[in-house]
């Protein structure tokens, strides 16, 4: 490790010496060839991350939204319309602003396209659905070639999945959380009292 470190504060230390002088200095092989590649792979490797920080993303939303779904809409019928004209659309509102909707540079980040929230009601669970629908990721390079030949006989398909969600934008990440009815506090009576 020490040679390492001596090796290159030795280079940086000519460079300097070189650039202080007023002399022009030649390119290292390294910085030519490698920077580029290793900046490609950096851009992929952001690329992939931004999926998982997606889908982290989505889990964690898809709490919120269940959660709350499950203790502030009634059971009662009356307020059906209550719940789904103003508590639905201030869950979705806050789950797009956690998941990123409203800033734009993590919009492009993690190419987001749209958000759909659907609750379903059952005799004893809330099926709530949030979807989200992505944009092309933008990565020319690895798009180049067709499905088909990019997923080949080894790979099945999830290659399929992933290569539609690199290059032709529009998948649809879905997270169901199931959610009982009857979860909300309801005030104690002692027995006996009315």
């Known amino acids: 490790m020490t040679k390492a470190l001596k090796t290159i504060s030795g280079r940086i230390g000519r460079a ?11 390119a290292m092989t390294e910085v030519v060839l490698l920077f580029p590649i290793f900046l490609i792979i950096v851009f992929i490797t952001a690329k992939i991350f ?9 889990e964690i939303a898809s709490y919120y939204a269940a959660r709350r779904w499950q203790l502030e809409s009634h059971l009662n019928a009356d307020w059906v319309s209550w719940d789904e004209n103003t508590l639905k659309p201030d869950i979705i509102k806050a789950v797009r602003g956690y998941i990123g909707f409203d800033t734009p540079a993590v919009s492009k980040f993690l190419n987001l396209k749209d958000l759909k929230m659907d609750v379903v009601r059952t005799q004893v669970w809330n ?26 006989s080894p790979y ?6 992933g290569h539609d969600y690199l290059c032709a934008g529009g998948k ?23």
Do not use: H
């Open 16 to 26: 300097a010496s070189c650039l202080m002088a007023g002399r022009p200095g030649q």
């Open 50 to 58: 931004a999926l998982l920080v997606l889908v982290q993303k989505m």
């Open 127 to 152: 099926v709530v659905t949030l979807t989200v629908i992505t944009n092309p990721s933008g990565v020319k390079l690895l798009c180049k070639y067709p499905k088909q030949a990019v997923c080949g």
């Open 156 to 161: 099945g398909a999830a290659c399929m999945n």
């Open 172 to 194: 649809q990440l879905e997270v169901i959380k199931y959610v009982p009815n009857r979860d909300r506090p309801i005030k104690f009576v002692l027995p006996g009292l009315k």
